[in-house]
């Protein structure tokens, strides 16, 4: 506990700050997560049960394609804008989620506000297009 409270303590201070990334990192993970299943969901809207399982083995940048495909059809192009004007920013979050999850260390901050604003548009555009199909 003595070790903990020393703020004066260069290595407590190292630790603390590496501590806190890790966290980050771990919320980060967690929350593409909940991205990604929303998008595959979007992506097999449409599509009949036995190829569903297909599609989760197939490419993220694929999948992602689908679901923004899948939200212009059902519910044209005004509507789902906002995806495909995201889908550069979604495919970096997909990069940085692989560097975190296969040890790499990160190079830039990672934006969990923009990720979390991600996910709730995706959420949204999911329930328009359950909601029209």
Partial sequence: ??????????????IAEEEGTFLTQAFFVL?????EH???????????DARRDAMRGSAF??????????????LGDSH????????EQIIDWYSSRNDIAHG??????????SLLQGARMISALL???QGAI
């Fill in 104 to 113: 790499e260390p990160r190079t830039r901050l990672l934006d969990i506000v």
């Fill in 38 to 48: 929303q998008i595959n969901l979007l992506a097999a809207a449409k599509i009949l």
């Fill in 127 to 129: 329930s328009k297009v």
């Fill in 61 to 74: 940048a694929n999948r992602l394609d689908s679901a923004i495909k899948v939200a212009t059809e059902v």
């Fill in 1 to 14: 506990m003595a070790f903990a409270c020393d703020a004066d303590n260069d290595d407590v201070l190292a």
């Fill in 31 to 35: 929350m593409f997560g909940v991205l």
């Fill in 80 to 87: 789902a804008v906002e995806i495909a004007k995201a889908r």
